[in-house]
């Protein structure tokens, strides 16, 4: 259960900022958070991250859906003998659904988390997937004992 409200807190949040940063920010394109390092930019992202692979909508979609078929299946698998990774699937699962919500309903991503340190721009799902396949890939290399 924990891990459907992990799911769902991420995807609905991603899709409530989208909402607003539609609404204050896509007018004025940028907005200067803290001076000369953190912006709030909005963005029509029509590839994956960082902007690759641009205008390949369907071909992302399926993707992403059997990806999160798969990755479900591990979810539930990881549930009772390992929650960490269990929580770290989540994490991406929820990123990537409310990365396919707007692929659906808008045909691009909407990114707006800017930094002046690192070109891309990109949003809370991204960074969701990105936390989460990160932990993931430090417990499957330095934990031995996982049996996949």
Not at 10 to 19: A, G, P, S, W
Not at 126 to 143: K, T, Y
């Given at each position: 259960?924990?891990?459907?409200?992990?799911?769902?807190?991420?995807?609905?949040?991603?899709?409530?900022?989208?909402?607003?940063?539609?609404?204050?920010v896509m007018?004025?394109?940028?907005?200067?958070?803290?001076?000369?390092?953190?912006?709030?930019?909005?963005?029509?992202?029509?590839?994956?991250?960082?902007?690759m692979f641009?205008?390949?909508?369907?071909?992302?979609?399926?993707?992403?859906?059997?990806?999160?078929?798969?990755?479900?299946?591990?979810?539930?698998?990881?549930?009772?003998?390992?929650?960490?990774?269990?929580?770290c699937l989540?994490?991406?699962?929820?990123?990537?659904?409310?990365?396919?919500?707007?692929?659906?309903?808008?045909?691009?991503?909407?990114?707006?988390?800017?930094?002046?340190?690192?070109?891309?721009?990109?949003?809370?799902?991204?960074?969701?997937?990105?936390?989460?396949?990160?932990?993931?890939?430090?417990?499957?290399?330095?934990?031995?004992?996982?049996?996949?």
């Open positions: 259960m924990y891990l459907a409200i992990i799911i769902g807190v991420i995807t609905i949040l991603d899709q409530f900022i989208k909402m607003k940063i539609v609404d204050k007018p004025h394109k940028s907005i200067e958070i803290i001076k000369n390092f953190f912006y709030l930019t909005y963005v029509e992202n029509t590839g994956i991250s960082f902007g641009k205008g390949k909508r369907i071909i992302f979609i399926i993707l992403t859906i059997i990806v999160c078929i798969i990755l479900s299946y591990f979810l539930i698998k990881f549930s009772k003998t390992n929650r960490v990774i269990a929580v989540a994490f991406i699962i929820g990123g990537a659904i409310g990365n396919l919500i707007d692929r659906i309903r808008l045909g691009y991503v909407i990114d707006y988390i800017h930094f002046s340190f690192f070109p891309p721009v990109f949003n809370l799902a991204d960074a969701a997937i990105v936390c989460g396949a990160i932990a993931l890939s430090i417990i499957l290399i330095f934990n031995k004992n996982i049996e996949l």
